[in-house]
Structure formats: structure tokens, C-alpha cells
């Protein structure tokens, strides 16, 4: 009996140590899944039997994972009639809609076969394409089993390892035939959220990965940030409800508590636009993997100015699968909420018509009116915002909390036009020019600006002449 037991307990204690093994990554991999696991980014049931090998189901979740995190905000048109006869997996038909995989043919996904070396590869580089991401193309390296790459798995395994997405080969060679493991495809992902190189760092989704990188208790829009583009001239700027909401989305998938528009006010009705456009979108909601609540904490009558998200618990599986219920009965009768269409879609045509549940989510409003300024202190305070603003050459400026006449903003550019020193500084031609005209002023104008060797000597002349009539 003794004999047995001891048989017994030894029997566990083999048990147990490899259970362990299995659920423990390899040494080389530890860091990496470490705090890729930390972020929160991805489900606990991804974080398992590290060494054994991925299968498509597994991967599809990573990738449609990665996909939503890296992205840049903007709308993503994916294809709306795939459907896959072996699975009805969320992940699954999202992955293929976007175009990370079609599938193994025959309307099928092949959720259990595995995943190659060469097939990871080649599905992470599509993966980050469709998103956006900009990458290196191939630098001339060359892997020593180069032959027995597959002739369309070539080009991407090549970029891969050019942006340091695969690392850390044996011999020179990269096994294109042998199968992924789950700890792989792990630290490769973990390579994509912390590569700078790649534009990660400026994500907030990916701040966890970075030393010097936190996520903001307060997201701030500042008037400079609108339009986020290097150009002097742009006359096709970006919708602003598109740029705000692009940030917002961001934000919100990276936690962010606040959002402080007090330099760049936002219409109430945007506001709730936005809203519902990310709140009934599927594939956001399905991003959040939690509820919101927006909760205004300045506005006045129109505008908002500061507003608070109160967010729901993570993963919260009943609230996730009764509200992606809900959207796509919603989609099924009334078409896919966008924010292009949020405002005049079935059902949203009304901006004030909510349900009660809508209410009590973005209608609990906190009134503050903002102070009343002499028309001496808006012009005197837009000429400052529209010095820094052509010296810093910005294509867009908004006119702030109170919208200008258009007496306004010409004396205000005149009162730099007349300067000496402003146009010593500036040393190029410029105009100002009305960008959005609403029935209570001009709201935002665009600057453009021209470079001549000339400019100088006839605007000082200029100058000098305005002087003289004016004494």
C-alpha cells in the first residue's frame, strides 16, 4: 500500500512540474510575454502552453488583436460577405474581412490546422500593411535556406526581419516549413508594440511597452494638434468630427480618463456624434471589450469643454455579448454605424432623440458658462494666437472659445501685417483666409504662406507708408 502511494504522489508531483513547464514560456521569451501579458491587451486564455504549436484559430485572435491596436483611427472598409463553413468565430471572419487570411479555400478557415514559420510571417506583415503601418522594405539580407522559402513567402519574411519583427536565427537559417509555437508568435507581436522605428511609440495603446511613455490621466487637444500634418498649405483639411474622433478612439482604447478640449471647444452635438458612431460600431466595442459613459465636466449651452469617460469593467462577457448583439441587429436593419453617417443614418436622424439608456449615458450635463470678454481683449488675444501660429507656419487655426467677426480677424491680422518686427521674423509672403463660417462668426481660418526674396524690402516699404498717413 505504501508502495502505491508513494507511486502515487511521485506521479503528481511528475504531473504538476510539467504542467508548470508547459505554462511557463521559454527563457528567451519570458521578458517579452511577460509584459505583453501585463498590458491587458489581450484575453488570459491567449497565455498558455507556450511551447506547443499555434493553431489558425489561435493566431487570427492575435492578429485581429494586433490589427485594432496598431491602426491608425480612421475607418476601416472591410469586405462584408465572407463567411467561413468550419467556424463562426468572431476573430475568424473579422481576420478575413480585413484581409489578414481568406482562409484555407473551399469557404473554409481551418481553425485547427497550424500555422508555419513562413506563414507567421507572412500574416503579420499583412496584418500591420492593413493597418497602416509604414515598414521598411527588405535590406539585401539573405537566410541561408533561402530555397526553401515558399515563392510567395519570400518578399515578407524578408520585411519582417528588416523591421525587426523576427529575430534570433539559428545558423542563418529561418525553418520556413517548421511550425510556429505560441511563445513565438508572442514575443513577434511583443517586437511590433515596442518597435519606435515602426511609430508605436506615439500610440497610447502601446505606452505600456515604453519606459519613458504613460498614458495620460487627461488626453489635452491643443489648437496646434489640429490638423496632425507637417504641411504649410493643405486645402483639404480632415473633417475636424473625424480628427477628434480618431483621438478619441485612441484614447479611449488606451484608457484615458479625461478629455480637455478648453483650447479647441467641440460642438455638444459632435460630442454625442462621436459617441454613437464608436458606441454602436462593432469592431470598436469589440476593441474596448468594456461599456462607456461620456459625463460632461465644463460645457455651456453649445459647447463642450472638459469631459470625463466612465468606463465599465474590462472584459465584462455579458455586457459584450448582449451590446454586439444589440449592434448587429441594429446593422442587420439600419446598415453599418460610421461616424460619416451617424447623423443621418435610420434611427439617428434626430441628434436630441435618444433612448432612455442614451440619456442617462451623455445627457447628465454639468452647465458652466464661460466669462464675457470685450471685443479690445478677443482681438488683442487672437493676434497673439495667430503670431505664434504663422511663425510656427500651421495650416489651420481655430478662432478659440469665441467666434470672430470678420472686423475681428482682419484688424487682428492687420495688427501683425503693420508690425516691423512680426514680418522681419516671418520673412515670407501669408494670408489668413476663412475656413468655417457659422451664423454667430468665423470659427477656424487657414494660413498660407509663400517664399520670395522680395517680400522683406516691399513689406517694410508698406509699412513705412501706413506709418506716414497715420500720424
Known sequence: MKKILVLFILIAMFSNTATFAINRPSEWAEKDIEALKESGKF?????????????????????VRLFELVRDGDEYLAKSD???????????????????TDGVGKNLFGPEKLV??????????????????????????????????????????????????ITDFENNKFDPKSNATVEE?????????????????ENL??????????????????????????????YSLPSKQKFWRRHLREGLLAGVEQFDFSDQKMYIQNIRLIYRSLYYNQDFMGALDRDFKI?????????????????????????????????????????????????TIKGFVNPDRYSENEYEKIIKLHEVHPEEKTREEIVEEFTEKLREAFLEERSYISAGQYPLTSDE????????????DFNKEINKFYSLNTNEKSSDGIRDFLL????????????????????????
Open 295 to 343: 459625463k460632461y465636466l465644463k460645457r455651456d449651452e453649445r459647447f463642450a469643454y472638459k469631459i470625463q469617460i466612465i468606463y465599465g469593467e474590462k472584459g465584462d462577457k455579458e455586457f459584450k455579448k448582449e451590446h454586439l448583439k444589440k449592434i448587429r441587429e441594429f446593422e442587420k436593419e439600419c446598415g453599418k454605424v460610421t461616424h460619416e453617417n451617424a447623423h
Open 448 to 471: 498660407t504662406y509663400q517664399e520670395s526674396d522680395s517680400f522683406l524690402k516691399q513689406q517694410l516699404y508698406i509699412i513705412k507708408q501706413h506709418e506716414k498717413n497715420n500720424k
Open 82 to 100: 465572407v463567411f467561413f463553413e468550419d467556424t463562426y468565430d468572431y476573430y475568424a471572419l473579422k481576420g478575413a474581412r480585413i484581409g489578414i
Open 409 to 420: 480677424s482682419t484688424e487682428a491680422f492687420l495688427n501683425l501685417y503693420y508690425d516691423r
Open 185 to 201: 508568435t508572442l514575443s513577434y507581436i511583443k517586437n511590433i508594440l515596442s518597435n519606435e522605428e515602426m511609430g508605436m511609440k
Open 205 to 234: 495603446n502601446c505606452a505600456s511597452f515604453f519606459d519613458d511613455v504613460k498614458v495620460p490621466k487627461i488626453f489635452v487637444f491643443k489648437e496646434s494638434d489640429y490638423p496632425a500634418m507637417n504641411v504649410k498649405v493643405n
Open 116 to 165: 508555419t514559420r513562413e506563414q507567421l510571417a507572412t500574416m503579420l506583415v499583412k496584418t500591420l500593411q492593413k493597418s497602416r503601418v509604414k515598414l521598411k522594405e527588405a535590406d539585401g539580407y539573405k537566410f541561408a535556406d533561402e530555397e526553401d522559402f515558399s515563392s510567395w513567402a519570400k518578399k515578407p519574411i524578408y520585411i519582417a526581419r528588416a523591421n525587426g519583427i
Open 43 to 63: 484575453r488570459e486564455e491567449a497565455f498558455k502552453r507556450y511551447n506547443k504549436d499555434i493553431s489558425r484559430g489561435e493566431f487570427i485572435y492575435l492578429a
